[in-house]
Structures are given as structure tokens and as C-alpha cells.
């Protein structure tokens, strides 16, 4: 999401005032807009304030106007400019405008002026409110010709947010909000930072200027692809021989995919005129190098040239507003969506080891734009809903002796298993984030010692002294084991806003245990919310002296709308509850 300010820095800010002026002009048969952006606050103590920072897009121009205190200027050599380190991005900051004052006291006014132009509507940006107690007004006007019509969408999870829109006159339409209390932080809540999400939208007549739905902004960015070829002659026969002696189509996509995965590096080519627009897919091809939406694009020519049915998908890694409206920066990574006979079927080219069909689970859930940029389908909005929460799968085999150590077998699913890849550096450090990745979601019991012994399972060593209790009469094991990312949830239960989980999760323990003069009656525990959320534990005897303990977790959704919440809150409550109750065996010779 667009966000103007690095709110760290305003924390020692009385007040603050925001207001923006955006001037509306023809550019032929296109639009622009230059935007004047006035900060203002009140320092609360000396010393609070230093510097604060304002960041300017690939597609937008920005200068510092006016920094003045108290009313006197003081911009000259108060204002410095730096790149910050980049991430993959469909459309990122990579210039930061710093504000810096010395010897700022208590009550000083600061004021900054700042001009951003965009010489298109489509870039121009939503509004984040950012959600500070100290906020005291946050205006926006906008400044057209008298056959442009302007309208605000306000996206915000705040059933209390007020606001009003004004037609001064038939050149200028405004802005403001009327009630803007500052919201507490809340756990599991992926929107603390802001109030709301402003988007102003400009038509002329049916024309939408601003490119706000699906279908105007899809033909918008075509239009941007309108000079890059396909791929050239030379390299179709190549593509065809990517895929080789294969006749499943799926196995065909599958080798078209792993080229573009494995045999393109990841590389961020952050030029201006890259920001948003891939390169030609036989330069990809050629240079064997790109970034997310080079290899989204090579791999929809790649695979258009098979016959296949190929999209680009734009996506956001991190929860956004709910929103009708479009804009460049609502998104930060480009994936694939194939459509084949078995529906859709998405796919990361950037991730190094996600085989077809499985994407990283921050994009659980999120809202994907999907884009035929090779055909004539209209663009389309799909939930990304790849299969296989994250997790891992572990079976024990030993005895009730707690201070033996147990040979265990372990398999990884998802994000964990494609994590533990990617971070695989050596022994020790392989032995570390294994060791700690599984431990952290295990109560009472170390998992150590791993050693793989093929692409799914590692052989590993399982230390339950602290999980088994022995006494003469009875063995306890705890009847709920998994450390589960749920503790305090229940503080959400009275406020109206949804809960975000910060990710899925299945969770697998089996545990098959020698108990030679101790005997097992079957025991069941459950707690289950359909299919999203789900625990079970259970205790069955195989044998006179063997028994099969079994805990199954899954959380297979991370949000939980306001309505939902109830359910999830009882769940955690339950589980958290029951930590303490034990699953028992007996002598067989009292």
C-alpha cells in the first residue's frame, strides 16, 4: 500500500496535519496530475524529532518544495536523498527525500511541502491514513477540468470512520475526514499503521481515467506490453524442445515451468523504465536473468507458444485494504496462473524449489489480479488458494523411559520444507533452523541431529525426558503438545475488526511407545471448527505392550472476518485450556 511517511519518526509529534492539492492536467489524449502534499506538525519535547522520510515511486517525480519552522524557511541543507535496499517488486520505492532539523524544541511547528508528479492517472496513488493519536486533519482536494468527475473510495475495516466529499464548484472536488480516533494496537491485526486507504477516482464521461476496475486497468497495462514481441522465431523451437519427449500436459507445463525457475537467475533490474513494465521474453531468454515479472512474462510465452493458457497474476505479499479499486502499488509481486483442464493452477517461477501448484503461504488468501497478456481474456480477480498449509509431520518410535533419547522420523511440508532448502548453507546451519523451526512448535520436546535421507524425510533424534512423566502407578503425556500461534487471541473478542493469523499450519506427532508393565486404555481428545481449524489427540493400544499416540493440528485460514472470530476464540481458549490434561497409562500389575 502507498504510504507517504515513515511514521517511526512523527512519534514525538504533538499534532499533525496532512492536506493534499492534486492539479488535474491534459497531456494530450492522456492525463496527469501534479500533487502538492503539506505536512504539518507540532514538536511534543526537544529532541523527539530529527528526520522524516518521504518515498518516491518508480513512476513518479518528487521534489521537497518548502520545509520551514515556525514560519521561517530552513530547507537549505535540510533535505538529503537515498536508495534503500530493494526487494522483489512489481512496483517499489527507490528513492527515499530525508527532512532532517537540528535543535527542534518543544512547540515548534515544522511544515513540509512536497511536489509529486505522475504524467498518468493510472499511477496516481491511494492515500494510507496513518493511524496516530495525535492526527488532527487529513484533507485532500482535487482540481479538474469541469467534464472530469471525481469521486473518493474509502477502504478501511473501521465500521466507525467518518467522512465527507464536497463539489466546491464544478472544478474541485474535496476531501476530509470528520472522524479519525486513533485505534489502539491490536494483536493479530495486520493493519495497526493505518486509519484507512483513500483512492480518488476520475472519469471523464464512461472513460475511467484512474483505471480502477479490472477490465481499464488490464487494457491499460497491455498497452504498456503493446512494443515487446513474444518470443522471437529463433527461440520458438527452443520452447518447443523445453519440453522434450512429454505428453501429459501437466508434465509439459512442469518443464516449462522448472526452465524458467531454475535455469533464469533472480536478478532486480530497478532502471525507470523497468518498474512496472517486463523486459521482451527472448531478451529474458537471451541474458538468462529478470525479476518476478520478467519470469512471470518469459513463462507465459513460453508456455503460449505450447498452446498453453498462460496469465500474469499481479499480488501482494502482505494484507491489503479491501478495495473495488485498482493501483500499481497495491501490488509487489507477479506470479503465474496456468488454465488447464483442472481449473486454475497457480505458480512462482521466483520460487527456487516450489514444484507446480504451490506458491509461498504469505499468498494464502490474497487477492491476485489476473491478466491475459498474451490473449483476449478479460482480466479477472482470483483468491489464491494454494494447497498444503505449512507444517510438518513427526513420528517417534521409543519407550516410556523420558531420559532416553528416541530415533524419529521427520517430514516438512510447504513453506517449511521450501525454507529449510533455501536457507541450506551448511551442517551446522541446516542443523540449526531445522532443529529450531520444528522445536519452537513442540512443548516439552527437542528435536535434533538431522539428517536427510531423501527429498521428503529426515532422520532425526527426539528427547521427551521433559514431556514423559514416569511415576510407579502411571505415565502422563500431555494431551495438547503443539505450541500453536493463537496465545492472547481472545483480547480480539469485543473489538469489530477480523483477525489476521500470521500463517497456516499442519501439525503431525506420532508418537509409538514400548510400555512394558504399563497398560493403555483409549483416549480421545477433539476440538474441531470445520474444516478451517481442527486439533485431535488420541491414545490406542496396538499390542499388550505397545501403544500409538497420535496429535493432529491444522489452522488452514488466516483470516478470520469479524463474524468468524467467535469461533476461532473458542478454539484457542479450548486448546489453551486443555494444556494441562494428560493422556494416562496404568501398571498392569496394581
Keep these: ?78 533535505v538529503s536523498h537515498f536508495s534503500p535496499d530493494l526487494q522483489d517488486a512489481f512496483i517499489s520505492d527507490v528513492v527515499v527525500h530525508r527532512v532532517s532539523l537540528d535543535s527542534v524544541k518543544a512547540d515548534d511547528v515544522v511544515r513540509i ?27 485532500i482536494a482535487v482540481f479538474h477540468d469541469a467534464d472530469l468527475e471525481v469521486a473518493f473510495e474509502v477502504s478501511s475495516l473501521d465500521p466507525d470512520i467518518k467522512f465527507e466529499t464536497n463539489h466546491t464548484d464544478d472544478k474541485s472536488t474535496r476531501f476530509s475526514l470528520t472522524d479519525f480516533d486513533h485505534k489502539v494496537q491490536f494483536p493479530f491485526f495486520a493493519h495497526n499503521d493505518s486509519v484507512t486507504t483513500v483512492i480518488p477516482q476520475l ?9 480502477d476496475t479490472p477490465t481499464v486497468f488490464g487494457a491499460w497495462y497491455k498497452s504498456l506490453l503493446r512494443d515487446l514481441h513474444s518470443l522471437a522465431p529463433e527461440d520458438q523451437a527452443f520452447a518447443r524442445a523445453l519440453i522434450g519427449e512429454a505428453t501429459d500436459p501437466r508434465d509439459q507445463m512442469t ?31 537471451a541474458k538468462r536473468f529478470g525479476d518476478c515479472k520478467d519470469k512471470a512474462y518469459l513463462l507465459c510465452a513460453l508456455a503460449a507458444n505450447a498452446g498453453f493458457d498462460v496469465r500474469f ?43 507446480l501448484g504451490e506458491l509461498a503461504d504469505a499468498l494464502f488468501g490474497q487477492e491476485a489480479l489476473v491478466m491475459d497478456v498474451m490473449g483476449h481474456t478479460s482480466p479477472q480477480r482470483l483468491v489464491i488458494e494454494p494447497p498444503g498449509a505449512p507444517g510438518f509431520s513427526i513420528s517417534v518410535r521409543g519407550t516410556l523411559t523420558p531420559e532416553v533419547t528416541h530415533g524419529a522420523m521427520a517430514r ?20 540449526n533452523i531445522i ?50 500461534p493463537l496465545d492472547g487471541v481472545w483480547e480480539r473478542a469485543d473489538d469489530p475488526f477480523p483477525v489476521f493469523l500470521p500463517s497456516r499450519l499442519q501439525l503431525n506427532l506420532t508418537l509409538d511407545l514400548e510400555h512394558k ?74
Design 517 to 590: 508393565g504399563f497398560k493403555a486404555n483409549p483416549q480421545e481428545f477433539a476440538l474441531s471448527a470445520g474444516s478451517d481449524i481442527d486439533f485431535r489427540a488420541s491414545l490406542d493400544s496396538v499390542d499388550q505392550d505397545h501403544s500409538k499416540v497420535s496429535y493432529k493440528l491444522l489452522i488452514n485460514k488466516k483470516f478470520w472476518a469479524v463474524d468468524e472470530k467467535p469461533v476461532l476464540i473458542e478454539f484457542a481458549r479450548n486448546y489453551f485450556q486443555h494444556k494441562n490434561k494428560m493422556l494416562t497409562l496404568e501398571r498392569g500389575d496394581l
Design 113 to 139: 511541502v512536497l511536489e509529486r508528479t505522475v504524467d498518468d492517472l493510472c499511477y496516481l496513488p491511494a492515500f494510507s491514513v496513518p493511524n496516530m493519536a495525535t492526527l488532527k486533519s487529513y484533507e
Design 1 to 78: 500500500m502507498y504510504c507517504f511517511l515513515v511514521l517511526a519518526v512523527l512519534i514525538g509529534s504533538e499534532s499533525y496535519r496532512f492536506q493534499a492539492e492534486i492539479h488535474v492536467r491534459a497531456m494530450g489524449e492522456r492525463f496527469g496530475a501534479v500533487t502538492l502534499e503539506t505536512h504539518e506538525f507540532r514538536v511534543a519535547d526537544a529532541g523527539t524529532w530529527t528526520s522524516v522520510d518521504f518515498a518516491q515511486a518508480d513512476n513518479e517525480r518528487v521534489t521537497v518544495r518548502e520545509v520551514n519552522r515556525n514560519g521561517r524557511s530552513v530547507i537549505s541543507g535540510a
Design 412 to 431: 516438512l511440508e510447504g513453506d517449511f520444507k521450501y525454507g529449510v532448502i533455501n536457507e541450506k548453507h551448511g551442517v551446522v546451519d541446516f542443523e
Design 255 to 285: 518443464q516449462l515451468y522448472q526452465f524458467v525457475r531454475d535455469q533464469v537467475r533472480y536478478d532486480t533490474d530497478m532502471s525507470q523504465q523497468h518498474a512496472i513494465v517486463p523486459h521482451a521474453p527472448s531478451t529474458v531468454l
Design 313 to 355: 497474476a499481479l499480488v501482494s505479499t502482505s494484507p491489503q485494504m479491501p478495495s473495488s479499486s485498482i493501483r500499481p502499488q497495491f501490488f509487489n509481486h507477479v506470479v503465474n496462473v496456468w488454465f488447464g483442464d483442472d481449473g486454475p493452477v497457480f505458480m512462482d517461477a521466483t520460487s527456487k524449489h516450489a514444484p
Design 203 to 211: 472519469k471523464r464521461g464512461d472513460d475511467v481515467l484512474t483505471c
Design 435 to 484: 532443529s529450531n523451526l520444528i522445536t519452537s512448535f513442540l512443548y516439552k520436546i527437542s528435536v535434533d541431529y538431522f539428517r536427510q535421507v531423501d527429498s521428503e524425510q529426515y532422520q532425526c533424534v527426539a528427547d521427551l525426558e521433559h514431556f514423559v512423566v514416569v511415576t510407579k502407578r502411571k505415565s502422563y503425556l500431555p494431551s495438547a503438545p503443539f505450541v500453536i
